[in-house]
T-cell receptor
């Protein structure tokens, strides 16, 4: 059962553009939503995370937008750079559980 | 800080052989997770430990897979016998437990790329 659906599967953006990746979840018990960034040959690394008591969180060029009623959240990368080219995963967990349920990933390519 | 250490980084074996993957979590972290990553199924949690005790192994695909954590600084994931469909990248991650919430960051190792011929 895929509890976190991620789109698009791949994304190509010009340098300086905005990259937007979307995720939707089914389980209303989820209350923690991190985004992970993975470069080829490396393990995923936490990029930014949000809890559902806020609708937006910004860290530098990265912003999470959260819509609790729609059960959707998205990652926005402003002023995208070639160095942002990586695979991005959304994830979710609930309560005191430590398990993360990951989305299927989005391969982002930022053209110079 | 060396981060999460995994060995070997690459493993090529033949079907039917036993495979052991190793992980050293970040010192002081008391939760450890094993994941498998494939193109078809993405990132899947196999098992996680808290204070060296297995908490949830519902993601372990079948009895051929087993995991142990004999102490706070070492864990193994064993596949016996291995099959071609086990080919994947296996990640270990560790996390500090700062409270009851599930929001602690998980720090991933570099992974072990397993190929079963």
């Amino acid at each position: 059962q895929q509890q976190v659906k991620q789109s698009p599967q791949s994304l190509i953006v010009q340098k300086g553009g905005i990259s937007i990746i979307n995720c939707a979840y089914e389980n209303t018990a989820f209350d923690y939503f991190p985004w992970y960034q993975q470069f080829p040959g490396k393990g995923p690394a936490l990029l930014i995370a949000i809890r559902p008591d806020v609708s937006e969180k910004k860290e530098g060029r990265f912003t999470i937008s959260f819509n609790k009623s729609a059960k959707q959240f998205s990652l926005h990368i402003m002023d995208s750079q070639p160095g942002d080219s990586a695979t991005y995963f959304c994830a979710a967990s609930k309560g005191s559980a430590r398990q993360l349920t990951f989305g299927s990933g989005t391969q982002l390519t930022v053209l110079p | 800080d060396a981060g999460v250490i995994q060995s070997p980084r690459h493993e090529v074996t033949e079907m039917g052989q036993e495979v052991t993957l190793r992980c050293k979590p970040i010192s002081g972290h008391n939760s450890l997770f094993w994941y498998r990553q494939t193109m078809m199924r993405g990132l899947e949690l196999l098992i996680y430990f808290n204070n060296n005790v297995p908490i949830d192994d519902s993601g372990m695909p079948e009895d051929r897979f087993s995991a142990k954590m004999p102490n706070a600084s070492f864990s193994t994931l064993k596949i016996q016998p291995s099959e071609p469909r086990d080919s994947a990248v296996y990640f270990c991650a560790s996390s500090p437990r700062t409270g009851a919430s599930g929001t602690d960051t998980q720090y991933f190792g570099p992974g072990t790329r397993l190929t079963v011929l």
